[in-house]
């Protein structure tokens, strides 16, 4: 699932990777930037936690605008400041629309990754934050109709609280959560690879969660594969052979064939008013019906129903 | 309220009163049996059964968003789509899609009984086909009795049934006047900026914005109305309120109260107008039960739709059959000391292809006793509370 987000097969709007401290998300950021450069016409990559060069390995880079929200966020050095790049400032409420409509190219559609809402987060409440990522997902209805086609979010799950990550989880249509298991990436010729639960919300409504493998190889190239859940074995394992209760008794309790087609031939008592009426078709009224057949002993006196005059 | 008893169309009496009360008959409500009521119906005659008929005319029905919110805009599409087919006008409000994107997804409404027994025939048949009857030999007195469970709400006249494969034509979408609020469109997005103030601007338009609808449109009771002005409800839907782009800031220990307030302030408009409200809330974004609880309080009808998608109770076989889970957490007590108190509690939803409905939870009968132990049998799982000493799930060192 998370290689098909990646290459675009399943569509998603928003796409949130959640990391921890054990499992770095920074790798799948990556991939997302170089495989969204080669199908988009522009990326936007906001980083405000690592330098761009870190993202731009294995890239188109011409068709990557970097803003910048790692040099100088708090504006401490305004003097130096070269007004030509554009920086993002966390003085005032984060407008990713706003620095996407400066850039001087105007290439649709467009695809904004944003290396991590935690510095965002911990300045604003969540809800500005929210905010204007819906404006980004809704840009296509504003006037002058950049069109978003997909926004990659990365999210450090320890640093917030349960209430951000669930308003956040709302509005995702994707979420990559990175576990800590016992496979934490490794770095080296190999790649990178690690475990993750991916959750996905289809447009038709339909969600599907799947634990995954993903491998990342050298070139920044994302391979998953989905991780069959072992299966609990209380409730799915052998059962105990039954005890047959015809074996080791002095008595024969076992019967023939030919015995059990005689059995199921007679006639128990409460059946016989079966084979009077039509048994497939229901009763117009549900409920019984009483049918009365006299025996031979029954002296039905109408004047005398209870039969206990006795002159 | 000034809404005496009246007869309702499609009305289910001949009796009328000697007195010369107004009645006011207003196609697509009917009285309540629980007090001098009128009821409208929520689209979706299974769940009006449930909570006593219908929404009651002049009162806030709240839906407690289930995780993805997706069974919640159904249901707010059915309440719509109800109000087109009764000629009620609608105000329609959200925050994340646009409204005229929900209003133009509207269910179209299967147009006589024969389309809805066969919707229901339909539906009977793809189950009867899964098991062969086999005659029975013993108990051959219940072979005539039905197998299916009859459905909630089936017998009554109230409510239209829809078809969920077939979206309603714009026709019969233009025949109800309707008033949107999209709040990106009042309140622009660039210009929003930090909210520090008690009261939320969002709410306060929001509020605004439906006093005037009530005003403009003749639904307050207050005011005195020409005989001759034929008078009907306004239906009101406010979508997704509450979630994080109406401002609500959980910052886990305490939220601002604007949301009671605007609550509050919503239920003294509605109590002197002739208006029924739905309202979604996605709760399950709020840590604090509390704040829940506090808006629960303050409308009248609370339900609570729980979804099994992208949950482990998906795999569970008792619910194989339903998508869902819904709870009535509270029903609307006004003008009389009770409430509807429905016989059973457990009921649950499943989203056919064509048809959404409310069901009573029945588990499955354990017909095998292939499960030996009683805490490996899901069923059995959920008879037992939880509060024994067997925990099945973790395995401490004081389970015996």
Known sequence: MLQQVLEGTEASSLVVVEDCVEHDGRPVLHCFCSELSKRCDSVHLFHLENPAEGFLAGANISKIHSHDGFSDPLRWEEQKRDSSADRIDLT???????????????????????????????????????????????????????????????????????????????MATTWVQLQEGAESPTQGGAGFHGNCEVLHRRKSGKVIRQDEVYHISPQWSLTSRVQKTPVRPAVQGEQEPQADPTANLTFNLRLTDTEKEARSRVVLPYMHHQRKRAPDRPAATPGGQIFYQPDDVDDFDEEDPDDDLDF | MAASMGRGRGGVTSFQKKARAKTLQIPGTRPSSQGNQLLVSTGVPSLDHIIGGGVVVGTVMLVEEDSFGSYARLLMKYFMAEGIMTHHP?????????????????????????????????????????????????????????????????????????????????????????????????????????????????????????????????????????????????????????????????????????LPHFLHALRA??????????????????????????????????????????????????????????????????????????????????????????EKLHL?????????????????????????????????????
Request: hydrophobic share 35%; net charge negative.
């Open chain 1, 92 to 170: 005032s409420p984060p407008d990713f629309l706003g620095h996407i409509k400066k850039t001087p190219s105007k290439a649709s559609p467009v695809a904004v990754v944003i290396d991590s809402l935690t510095p965002l987060l911990q300045k604003y409440p969540g809800y500005v934050i929210c905010r204007a990522l819906q404006r980004l997902l809704r840009a296509r209805l504003e006037s002058d109709g950049t069109e978003v086609s997909q926004v990659v979010a990365g999210f450090h799950g320890d640093l917030h609280d349960n209430s951000t990550a669930a308003a956040l989880r709302h």
């Open chain 2, 90 to 258: 609608l105000l329609l409000s959200s925050a994340e899609l646009h409204p005229k994107q929900l209003l133009s997804d509207l269910p179209a409404p299967v147009s006589d009984d024969i389309g809805k027994a066969a919707l229901n025939q339909e539906e009977v048949s793809l189950e009867k086909n899964v098991q062969k009857e086999a005659t029975m030999k013993i108990a051959w007195r219940y072979h005539n009795l039905r197998t299916e469970q009859p459905e909630l709400g089936a017998f009554s006249q109230f409510g239209h049934y829809y078809d969920l494969s077939k979206t309603m034509s714009s026709e019969m979408r233009d025949t109800a006047p309707t008033r949107l609020f999209y709040l990106q469109d009042e309140l622009p997005l660039e210009k929003q900026g930090v909210w520090t103030s008690i009261t939320n601007p969002a709410y306060i338009k929001l509020l605004q914005s439906i006093q005037d609808v009530v005003k403009e449109g003749q639904f307050d009771l207050t005011v005195p109305q020409p005989k001759d002005v034929p008078r009907t409800v306004l239906r009101i839907g406010l979508h997704s309120l509450g979630s994080p782009l109406w401002g609500e800031q959980d910052s886990g220990s305490s939220h601002d109260s604007s």
């Open chain 2, 364 to 400: 499955p009968p354990e017909l095998q006793d292939s499960q030996q132990r009683e805490q490996d049998d899901p069923v059995a799982a959920l008879k037992t509370p939880s509060a024994s000493c067997f925990n099945p799930s973790v395995k401490s060192k004081l389970d015996f």
């Open chain 2, 269 to 358: 408009v509605l109590r002197t107008s002739l208006a029924a409200c739905l309202i979604t809330i996605p709760t399950h974004l709020f840590e604090d039960m509390a704040f829940t609880r506090r808006l629960e309080k303050l409308c009248d009808s609370v339900i609570r739709l729980e979804s099994f998608a992208g949950s482990e109770k998906e795999q569970n076989p008792a619910y194989k059959d339903y998508h869902g889970l819904l709870y009535i957490k509270q029903l609307s007590q006004a003008n009389c000391l009770l409430s509807y108190m429905p016989d059973c509690n457990d009921f649950a939803f499943k989203l056919r292809r064509k048809k959404f409905a409310v």
